[in-house]
């Protein structure tokens, strides 16, 4: 007499609910690392409702006390800056630089680095905080 149980175990491990969690986790660290543009300076910036859809490669900011900043490099002249900024935005295909100003700072300092922006041909971005 040939008895046999009906009741087997399988040993196969199904991996498909460990690779969903994976993707799901690699998706969130992806949307959140683009989310984060880091800026180092404290500054008060002007308000606006309005956003550029264009995407900068670099950002050049103007604290209160007149430093100016590339990324979060301190830039010790316009020259410097100027040089800075061709140096980083050589290769790129359509240059565009956020200018990242504290409310306190003159116009005519704005208008500096435009013009720095505008010899070179860079695109520039005027960074603001949303209207509250």
């Given at each position: 007499?040939?008895?046999?149980?009906?009741?087997?175990?399988?040993?196969?491990?199904?991996?498909?609910?460990?690779?969903?969690?994976?993707?799901?986790?690699?998706?969130?660290?992806?949307?959140?690392?683009?989310l984060i543009a880091p800026n180092a300076l404290k500054l008060l910036l002007p308000q606006?409702?309005?956003?550029?859809?264009?995407?900068?490669?670099?950002?050049?900011?103007?604290?209160?006390?007149?430093?100016?900043?590339?990324?979060?490099?301190?830039?010790?002249?316009?020259?410097?800056?100027?040089?800075?900024?061709?140096?980083?935005?050589?290769?790129?295909?359509?240059?565009?630089?956020?200018?990242?100003?504290?409310?306190?700072?003159?116009?005519?300092?704005?208008?500096?680095?435009?013009?720095?922006?505008?010899?070179?041909?860079?695109?520039?971005?005027?960074?603001?905080?949303?209207?509250?």
């Amino acid at each position: 007499m040939a008895l046999r149980s009906r009741n087997k175990v399988d040993a196969n491990f199904s991996m498909s609910s460990m690779t969903d969690i994976v993707f799901l986790l690699l998706i969130f660290f992806m949307v959140t690392s683009t989310l984060i543009a880091p800026n180092a300076l404290k500054l008060l910036l002007p308000q606006s409702n309005s956003q550029a859809p264009a995407k900068p490669q670099t950002t050049v900011s103007i604290t209160k006390d007149f430093q100016y900043f590339v990324g979060e490099q301190r830039v010790s002249s316009l020259d410097d800056l100027e040089y800075k900024l061709r140096v980083k935005l050589a290769n790129e295909e359509d240059p565009t630089l956020s200018l990242h100003v504290d409310k306190s700072v003159p116009m005519e300092e704005v208008v500096k680095v435009m013009n720095i922006a505008k010899d070179n041909k860079f695109k520039v971005i005027l960074a603001t905080s949303p209207l509250k």
